[in-house]
């Protein structure tokens, strides 16, 4: 079977094509547009019009190149900047009405889900324990468990590289308050009994690798590398001390990134100071190939999610 899984996200919307044969997710293409669908939800509790229009726009887009390459099932999930908004359904009505596309508004439990299934699905030694952490533009999960296996426990946390983007320009709160509310957001995790290693998915940590090299961004390189905090550390006073124009001019920062980049990567660094950690690994695979495998493959994964 070919389908296609569309993840909507505050910050960008993302499509992959790929087939179940030999039961694997073999991925055919894949795509990711930044349309901001979050502007303005953390204060307004709404979706703009203008922001609606952007993703509108993107996922017609994403349904002539489902359809060209013969997808018979499109599988759409919607997250954090759609489940905060009041007008949610005027969304989900008119992209099923111009598109025929139906979204799911999913829960961060159920988004941290198949991030971790996805995210781990690569990892040769399923015996240790891991805690993968998916950063978004309004939440971020995370999820603790085996590799290849259900997680045993998920956190989905309101904190995100737009949301905090959003609350520094405000004027209300400095990198010290929001390390105020990191510290007390992360102290909700109780449940890592075990040793664990990081695992990070999405842009905001895989990213980190081409700023730090000042190369433009390749998923090939960033993908299974240990992304260390002094690495994240340098990026952070790096881009701290940078103008706009200067972060745009980083050959792998665009324009609808460079406002979100200093505040994503402020998240990561103090999630890794606070958990004690040296280092996070990177996956380029995530959520998307969650999706796929739990939808389409509908793999036997055993452990029960708490």
């Known amino acids: 079977m070919i389908a296609s899984i569309i993840d909507i996200g505050t910050n960008s919307c993302r499509?992959?094509?790929?087939?179940?044969e030999n039961n694997k997710v073999n991925t055919i293409i894949?795509?990711?547009?930044?349309?901001?669908?979050?502007?303005g939800v953390n204060k307004s509790k709404q979706l703009l019009p203008e922001a609606m229009e952007r993703t509108l726009k993107v996922l017609k887009d994403y349904k002539k190149t489902s359809d060209s390459f013969f997808s018979e099932k499109i599988l759409a999930f919607a997250t954090s900047a759609v489940r905060d908004s009041k007008n949610r359904d005027e969304f989900i009505n008119l992209v099923k009405k111009e598109t025929?596309?139906?979204?799911?508004?999913?829960?961060g439990i159920e988004e941290g889900k198949a991030a971790f299934v996805g995210g781990t699905s690569f990892l040769e030694n399923v015996n240790s324990k891991i805690l993968l952490i998916d950063i978004g533009g309004g939440s971020t999960e995370f999820s603790y468990g085996n590799a290849g296996k259900l997680p045993e426990y998920i956190k989905s946390l309101n904190i995100g590289a737009v949301r905090f983007q959003e609350i520094i320009e405000s004027g209300k709160f400095n990198f010290s308050d929001l390390e105020s509310l990191m510290i007390q957001e992360l102290s909700k995790i109780n449940y890592l009994t075990e040793d664990y290693e990081l695992l990070g998915v999405a842009a905001s940590i895989t990213g980190q690798i081409a700023i730090f090299n000042k190369e433009a961004y390749d998923p090939i390189k960033s993908h299974n590398k240990k992304l260390t905090k002094n690495m994240i550390e340098s990026n952070f006073k790096m881009l701290k001390s940078m103008t706009r124009e200067e972060i745009l001019a980083l050959p792998s920062i665009s324009e609808k990134?460079?406002?979100?980049?200093?505040?994503?990567?402020?998240l990561l660094l103090k999630i890794l100071e606070i958990f004690k950690?040296?280092?996070?690994?990177?996956?380029?695979?995530d959520l998307l190939e969650g999706h796929f495998i739990l939808n389409i493959l509908k793999a036997s994964l055993w452990i029960i999610v708490k």
């Open 15 to 20: 499509l992959m094509v790929a087939s179940s």
């Open 30 to 39: 894949k795509k990711v547009e930044l349309t901001r669908l979050g502007e």
């Open 100 to 107: 025929g596309i139906h979204i799911e508004c999913i829960s």
């Open 257 to 266: 990134r460079a406002d979100v980049i200093l505040p994503g990567t402020f």
């Open 277 to 285: 950690k040296d280092y996070i690994r990177t996956s380029e695979i």
